[in-house]
């Protein structure tokens, strides 16, 4: 008897040792994938315009600014990166800088998220700007079925990257309210860091496509 009870009572030791996922982060990925499905329709709207009105598909293309767009892009780049930093700080549980006399400051997961706020927000502002340019040039969403799916496309991302820059402001708040920065708060900020991540790798894809199949 006393064996088996040994032997149950490591089993249930070893039961709760094993890391099991989160549920949290779980169910974050199922509903990205759901997402990856979304944007796939948005994609096989392009590949069905190139396919169907190649003259259409090249008089519009022309009238973008790739440079400009170039540049928007590596600044939603570099604010994947500040992501990822504001998560290693929170995986240390530091969400705040911390002062150093033989180190420099290192950042904690606050003043990351906060750059990364600041990024995605010229980011979406880039965009603004240059729906404005084109409409200027004579391509409001209405002119044809090349406007509609851009504006329809870059559009729907840019209402993603803002549903980011808003989970930032709650993580951050969460971050200020809370008085132990414990393992919650770590696991929001990699549930997040997963959605703008996923923003910036769709992006990424959208820009070849838009930008540069011709």
Known sequence: ?????????????AMRSV???????????VWLG??????????????TL???????????????????ATVNTIILVLSSVTCQMG???????????EK??????????VPWFWLTFALGAIFVSGQVWEYAQLVAEGMPIYADAYASAFYLTTGFHALHVTGGLIAFLLVIGRAY?????GRKEVTTSIVVSYYWHFVD????????VIYFLK
């Open 19 to 29: 890391k099991r996922p989160d549920p949290v982060a779980v169910g974050t990925i």
């Open 100 to 109: 150093s006399r033989k180190l420099k400051d290192r950042w904690g997961m």
């Open 177 to 181: 309210a809370v008085k132990n920065f």
């Open 201 to 208: 790798v769709v992006w990424i894809a959208l820009f070849l």
């Open 50 to 68: 190139r396919s169907t009105s190649p003259e259409l598909w090249a008089e519009r293309t022309d009238l973008l600014n790739i440079p400009y």
């Open 1 to 13: 008897m006393g064996s088996v009870t040994t032997s149950t009572a490591t089993y249930s030791q």
């Open 34 to 47: 759901s997402e990856v499905m979304f944007f796939a329709g948005l994609f096989a709207i392009y590949f």
């Open 87 to 97: 998560v290693f700080a929170a995986e240390r549980f530091q969400p705040y800088t």
